[in-house]
């Protein structure tokens, strides 16, 4: 019996995402994503097809980790 190994993390970071998978990762409504999909607010979607477009989980994964880093701390004196 063929034994389950998970994916190499090449695969998983490069996993399309629908726009559902996408909201739930970043923790947005489906209408939240939508917003920031069409302001431009969050990286830009890759298609699918014709008329489905996705999103690289790992993009993603390295867009939230951007925005949730500490601002510089630098002393305003």
């Given at each position: 019996m063929k034994q389950d190994r998970p994916l190499p993390s090449e695969f998983s970071r490069s996993r399309a995402l629908g726009c559902k998978e996408?909201?739930?990762?970043?923790?947005v409504s489906l209408p939240t994503l939508r917003r920031l999909y069409r302001s431009g607010?969050?990286?830009?979607?890759?298609?699918?097809?014709?008329?489905?477009?996705?999103?690289?989980?790992?993009?993603?994964?390295?867009?939230?980790?951007?925005?949730?880093?500490q601002p510089d701390s630098r002393s305003a004196a």
């Open positions: 996408a909201a739930e990762l970043i923790g607010s969050m990286p830009a979607p890759i298609k699918i097809s014709d008329r489905l477009l996705g999103w690289q989980a790992g993009v993603l994964v390295d867009w939230l980790a951007s925005k949730t880093q």
